[in-house]
């Protein structure tokens, strides 16, 4: 009863048959294709924390069916550094102590590419708004927000 | 000289999160596993009179079902309590029930499959007859005698009653009072989503008979313990419980819980490896919950505004169960903090654990000091306006004189040291306190709602003394114990049995060490949250880890130290008084040589090739110690909240937030200062939005994070931190803890603003959270 899909993940193409049509984008990033980085804070489309890219844009992976990625370009945190380098957003979470427990951490830094794309001048208004899909419990946000307009600048 | 220690390091530990390398639980897999879904009670209350799986069992991909029932014949024990104080009545409590649920989200059977959406539609398929009874709501409504029984071993709904203090000092202080306020005030039930919800994995060996269990805790050796003698009975010795990287705990993590139970009895019985995550909504219905604290505070003072008094009484919510820790929070946590900053004579504190039909309530965040801080602030700032003083200057004429520590408390405690002027003298300027002061006047003067709120806070962290806490009733020590390994190569491993789950211990305790051994940052790796490395330990809750895991660490370098300085000394021919490691080589030299001396790697390397040793020493060249605190450290803070309300619509918005903490000395100031805005972001959630509600039928009315409503990043300033350092005297490094000193003073210091902007209303007190509806229909009622 499941259904054939094709999707390049973190730029690679594969094909994956029998996909239940309920399986969740996140269940097929995480328990299929192995890539664990995405996490899964919430049951309510609330926190963010499985934010990937899907076709260029900041989506929440619980929120996508797997059938729906079909023929899309997905994204994961796994899909950022390349060959160990950091990309900018994640050098700046570092830098700015934009993390502490971790588990929100890869969602803020997909939503957060998306974000300060093209807006080396973001504000912080800007930036706290755009975070309203995101929660994190540990760091008040602030320090998030930092590592947001350092990467935003770093970008440009 | 303390090259590392005191500077803000990035944390080594970031890269594997910032690739989404995390090793958290649910991200773990082993071969051939199945899934564990629980079917949990709709009812706060309910017989079971009967469940039938066999639809579930036909299922295609179900392994098999559970019920509580089964479980007790394989085997399984009671959850214990931890913490008992006198005369504590523990109900009963199965990790699944066999008979009666008590909460909403109580297990009541358990499915396993190969897949998790099909153990999800089995939960669907089990038929549990329920036969609901009546509930009993209320930290203090459920003691009344018409009240629905929980436990019939437990009259009234009453676990226990507390007191501490000097209640004739207090009765006497009542007495000659020239000024007495009063204030009746709850301090709300809280959720705390740490965002990782809770998950455990479980694999049995058949042939070694030896049991591995992954969970989400902040302790994995008390838990280990736990299992071990009261509800698994597994040899210690064959079991080992790894807590990887856990994602935030805020407390809900310490306890032992039904699913560690669940999930390596499911392992072995059906001789598979085993894993549960939570979802989220389940984390609503089964984490414990904070707070729910139903008080009455009345505070005497002089004709000159000196407090003489304080009488409390609370009705603590303990939920349907004892939770691991539960008598704790709101006796020795909570009642040993009523003197706060300040010198009041007569203290007396009452208290009442009560259970009702709701989730269990433990530490969270704070933990018993948050509640503490949140009467005593609230009735201190009533104190100051019954004496038409500024709420700072009333403080200030009654904290603890700095020259007057270490001071004894009535209330059992005795602080070890700190400075409290000094706290407000850099929070005025930082805070700019008097430019604040006119702005509100000029807010006034146009008609706006413009508060703002101040706090002096105290708390009590690094927990604790064993002896004391087994006299208030601990089950167990709260020692730490640190391991410093050398390895030929001169590398280091660490082992520490305090635990991190975002405070970051991978980059602090290295800093610690590499001044301690002079060596290379990079050169140590810390290791924690694994029986099977580390000797043992007993996790991280209540700000202990640098206090008490950090200063075992210290005890053991130094004996790596003492031993290295023997071998160097022998191999090199000289006194051990006469060797010192050196600072800008890096090496170990000899007093007024002109050669290099030994690298720390050659003499590492001589105490295993063991080729010529001092005739007392053995080969090798690793210590482990134990470090048992004399005391508490009790870091303290200053803080200042401005609020704005809208008239019109009742919304509340944080404008400014200011803090000011001594946390003794800080090894790494960019660690600290994230932890303290952290707390604030969490205190101040739950003055302004956070509430765990139920229904009078007992049903979570707030069980997902669509009505739970969790701090966003757009309602919050910039937060702005300080410190002053008034080293702790109990512990070689001189720190007290900096996990929770921002929740406790959060919630109250935004609490005092939003009264203070009422106040021209005639408003003295308004119940949390301050919803947009409460304070519009407070407006209304008071205009
Ligand atoms: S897991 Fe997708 S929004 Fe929470
Ligand atoms: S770092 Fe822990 S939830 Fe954001």
Known sequence: MGVSISLNINGEARSLDNVEPRLLLVDLIREELGLTGTNIGCDTSQCGACTVHMDGLAVKSCTVLAVQADGSDVVTIEGMAEDGQLTAMQQAFWDEHGLQCGFCTPGMIMAGVKLVEGNPDISDEEIRHGLEGNICRCTGYQNIVKAMKVAAQAAA | MAKFVGKSFKRVEDPRFLQGQGKYVSNLQRPGMAYVAIARSPHAHADIKGIDASAALELDGVVAVFTGQDLIDGGVGQLPCGWVVPD???????????????????????????????????????????????????????????AQQLHAEIPNNTAYSWALGDEDGMRRAFAEAAHVVELDLINQRLIPNAMEPRACMAEWDDTMEEMTVWTTSQNPHPIRLLLSGFTLGIPENKLRVISPDVGGGFGSKIFHYPEEIIVPWVARAINRPAKWVATRSESFMTDSQGRDHVTNVRMAMDATGTITGLHVQTWADQGAYLSTFAPLIPTALSITLFSGLYKIPGIWGEMKGTLTNTVPVDAYRGAGRPEASYLLERIVEKGAQKMGMDPIAFRRHNLIPADEFPYQTPVAFQYDSGNYQGLFDKLEEISGYGDLREEQKAKRAEGKLWGVGVSGCIEASGPAPSAVAGSLGSAVGFWESGTVRVHPTGKVTALTGSHAHGQGHETTFAQILADELNIPLEDIEVVHGDT???????GTYGSRSAAVGGSALVRSATRVREKMTKIAAHQMESRPEDVYFDDETGNIRVQGATDEGMSFFEVALAAYTAHDLPPDIEPGLEETAFFDPSNFTFPNSAHIAVVSIDRETGEVTLEKYFGVDDVGNVINPLIVDGQLVGGVAQGVGQALWEHGIYGEDGQLLTGSMMDYAMPRADRFPQIETDRIETPSPTNPLGVKGAGEMGTIAGTVTVANAVVDALAPLGVDHVEMPFTAERIWQTIQAHS
């Open chain 2, 532 to 538: 099977g490395r580390v000797p043992f330990g007993m």
């Open chain 2, 88 to 146: 504590c009545k523990i109900p009963e409590r199965w990790p699944v029930v066999p008979d009666r649920a008590r909460h909403v989200g109580d297990a009541v059977a358990v499915v396993v499959a190969d897949n998790p959406y099909v153990a999800e539609d089995a939960l669907e398929l089990i038929e549990v007859d329920y036969e609901p009874l009546p509930v009993s709501m209320g930290a203090r409504a459920t003691t009344e005698y018409r």
